[in-house]
């Protein structure tokens, strides 16, 4: 695996609030929950809705088209949507030096 920084200050995610990220042509959802960085792929795996426009519901991150639900820790389609297939959830991590989130990929 190797380590990405996306260019995101850690400093400016807000709680709950998703943010469009992008490495190697992939989108990325990267949102602070709970005081904890997450970053899940960026494209619902239903019909490519922008995960990151979408909203965090009691530990879920909900696709902003279809409603399609994905635990924020594991990246697992919720059993009542099962038009949606799991997605990638990424190790992520604040570089120490810059202050911005990285992952592993």
Do not use: Q
Request: proline residues 4%; negative net charge.
């Amino acid at each position: 695996m190797t380590r990405h920084e996306l260019g995101i200050d850690a400093k400016s995610l807000k709680e709950d609030s998703p943010v469009e990220a992008e490495i190697d042509g992939k989108k990325l959802a990267v949102f602070l929950h709970a005081g904890k960085i997450y970053v899940l792929t960026g494209t619902c795996s239903h019909e490519g809705g922008p995960l990151y426009d979408g909203s965090i519901d009691d530990g879920k991150l909900i696709c902003p088209w279809h409603s399609g639900a994905f635990e924020i820790g594991t990246g697992k389609a919720d059993e009542n949507t099962p038009w949606a297939t799991d997605i990638v959830a990424y190790s992520a991590s604040i570089d120490k030096a810059s202050g911005k989130v990285a992952i592993e990929m």
